[in-house]
């Protein structure tokens, strides 16, 4: 529809740039993709990627190329506090994701003494300098992202834990039945999200050259609604990787649609507000839900 | 039996031996937390905050949740203002009609919110978190992102002018407490919360229509937001959309730590009120002991998770999502 009005829209270069830019969104959307599968939800992905930019842009100077390492680390730690908290102290996702998201923040916060910090140029060439590159016209980013997509397709169709994960968002206590250590998997849904959110503030920093603890800010709407508009329900069990990756790029065109047509940023979030209540409602399998609270 | 049930009154009481706890803990490290300029300042963080958590409360006693916290404030902050300042800029004149519009603004999105809830059959975190983000871009869309100046001295009374000690405002959010806890204790509507939370079909088997009941309990909700968005402009002189910043994570977790259970049914008001002083005094004793005060929300998440551990009756559930 976008094409029609204007024919720019569709030359190579703008969707190429178009895929690009939503590289960070699409890998958080993909770990988010992991959790929501089970039925739980990850609030803590926006608050663990921002803490992402601000530990890449700290241990560069001293790590180098390792500091993707740490920072994957760390979001794998605070993705499997989340888990654990869930399964271990039964408290319900979305408040521990809160409170384990609360928890992040401090420490991007502390670690940033709450100011936006810079990359050295230098540095940041040096280390991550491949990833702003491209070969052949498709820049090294792009075939980053899909690489890590291929990654969590893998894990979720050729892997025993991926089809625990969709035993157990189909049906919980069947899997629980069936002798599956479900607790487990969960942790290492969340901790795969944490990490995955990681990754995504790791190149979003990398690409903005800094980090702050509110750089990521703005990434949480547009991931869930990624991953539900791509058709993965809110109650879990369908759906999967391949889907958020059809429903990052739906989000991503309405986006820059939205800036050809000249709607302002924060039309935008009100949109996609409404989107989401519209893609639950109608992906939501209620048969799972016998009282909705 | 006898045993367990002194166990249950003890638990009960445990918010508030740790409010003491917490209050002797940081006089005993810095005697000038124990005054009365400091007290004052802990009512003023704690007036907002306490009009918002007291909202939610009745959500969560249904056993649901209310995340739109954040986007109902700015939109009522926001339009507020603009009301306030179209009809004359105070308080002693027509400007007054401001104060109810607020509410009915607050009233309308928490029945938006209800609606969408009950009537789509979205789980309440996800259709108010949805709804949070529609607020907000609602109110820069509103403001184009600027900020609207209260300069009404009638109006920033509240927090100006102080009676024994404590500003208006205090004194204020006291009295809404009171109604909140009168809808609470000796209404029917407020009754009938604690009748769904406890258990939703035999509420629905003996009548009640619970649908309809939860769209009440947003509605209530959203008033009180919209109290909490006029304490909160009061307290600054200014309304923005970062108005509504940070109350979703604060009041949850008030309403947690004070002894409310998610799961619904058990907690009232009151303990809302010692769940913010709880998070209010950690906040204000942080500061006051030298510690900085992005340390907060670190502490808060920890104190969430303990209190939803505490309070969870792990025997009626099965699983966990």
């Known amino acids: 529809m976008v094409g029609v009005t204007d024919i720019k829209f569709l030359s190579p270069e703008n969707l190429l740039n178009l895929a690009t830019d939503v590289v960070p969104l699409l890998i958080m959307a993909v770990g988010m993709t992991l959790v929501i599968y089970i039925g739980s939800i990850d609030l803590s992905s926006q608050s663990v990627a921002n803490m992402a930019t601000v530990l890449a842009t700290v241990t560069l100077p001293v790590a180098g190329a390792a500091s993707a390492l740490v920072v994957m680390a760390a979001g794998l730690l605070f993705g499997a506090v989340s888990g654990i908290v869930t399964t271990r102290l039964k408290v319900p996702s979305f408040i521990a994701t809160l409170a384990v998201g609360g928890i992040a923040l401090s420490v991007a916060q502390y670690v940033s003494g709450q100011q936006a910090l810079h990359m050295d140029a230098g540095q940041r060439n040096h280390a991550f300098g491949w990833m702003q590159g491209s070969t052949a016209g498709i820049p090294h980013e792009l075939v980053l992202a899909l690489v890590i997509v291929g990654v969590a397709w893998f894990i979720q169709n050729r892997m025993t834990a991926g089809r625990v994960l969709k035993a157990i968002g189909t049906g919980e206590p069947v899997a629980v039945a069936s002798g599956i250590r479900v607790e487990r998997y969960k942790i290492l849904a969340f901790a795969l999200s944490g990490m995955f959110a990681a990754i995504a503030g790791l190149m979003f920093s990398v690409k903005l050259s800094g980090g702050s603890p509110t750089l990521a800010e703005g990434f949480l709407l547009p991931a869930i609604v990624a991953v539900l508009v791509g058709g993965t329900p809110l109650t879990g069990g369908v759906g999967g990787v391949m889907n958020t990756l059809i429903g990052t790029m739906i989000v991503a065109v309405v986006r820059a649609s939205m800036l050809y047509l000249n709607i302002p940023a924060t039309g935008q979030q009100i949109f996609f507000g409404l989107v989401l209540i519209v893609a639950i409602a109608t992906t939501i399998d209620r048969s799972k839900m016998r009282i909705v609270k | ?321």
């Open chain 2, 1 to 321: 039996m006898t045993q367990r049930l002194t166990m249950e009154n003890l638990r009960k009481w445990v918010p508030l031996f740790v409010l003491i706890g917490l209050v002797l803990f940081f006089t005993a490290v810095n005697p000038n937390f124990l005054s009365l300029r400091n007290f004052a300042r802990i009512a003023i963080s704690s007036s907002p905050a306490l009009m918002v958590a007291t909202g939610v409360t009745f959500v969560i006693l249904m056993g649901s949740i209310d995340l739109s916290m954040e986007g109902t404030i700015a939109v009522c902050a926001v339009l507020f203002a603009l009301m306030l300042n179209a009809l004359g800029g105070s308080l002693s004149g027509a400007g007054w009609l401001a104060i109810p519009g607020a509410l009915l603004i607050g009233a309308v999105l928490g029945a938006v919110n209800g609606l969408i809830h009950v009537k789509l059959k979205i789980p309440s975190f996800m259709a108010s978190l949805s709804l949070g983000f529609v607020g907000i871009g609602l109110s820069l869309l509103i403001t184009g992102g600027d900020r609207i100046l209260i300069e009404d001295p009638i109006f920033r009374s509240l927090l100006t002018v102080r009676v024994g000690g404590f500003p208006l405002m205090a004194w204020a959010a006291l009295a809404c407490l009171l109604i909140a806890w009168f809808i609470q204790d000796d209404t029917t509507v407020g009754r009938n919360f604690y009748a769904v939370g406890g258990g939703e079909d035999l509420a629905r088997a003996s009548g009640l229509n619970t649908g309809r009941l939860r769209v009440t309990g947003f509605i209530v909700a959203g008033i009180f937001y919209a109290l909490g968005a006029i304490f909160a402009v009061a307290r600054l002189g200014i309304a923005e959309t970062e108005t509504g910043q940070n109350f979703m994570f604060v009041s949850i977790t008030s309403v947690v730590v004070g002894g409310t259970s998610l799961s619904g049914g058990s907690g009232g008001v009151w303990n809302t009120l010692v769940g913010v002083l709880i998070v209010n005094v950690i906040g204000n004793g942080m500061v006051v002991v030298g510690l900085p005060d992005y340390f907060q929300d670190g502490v808060l998440g920890l104190l969430v998770i303990a209190a939803v551990y505490l309070s969870t009756d792990r025997r009626s559930l099965f699983f966990v999502k």
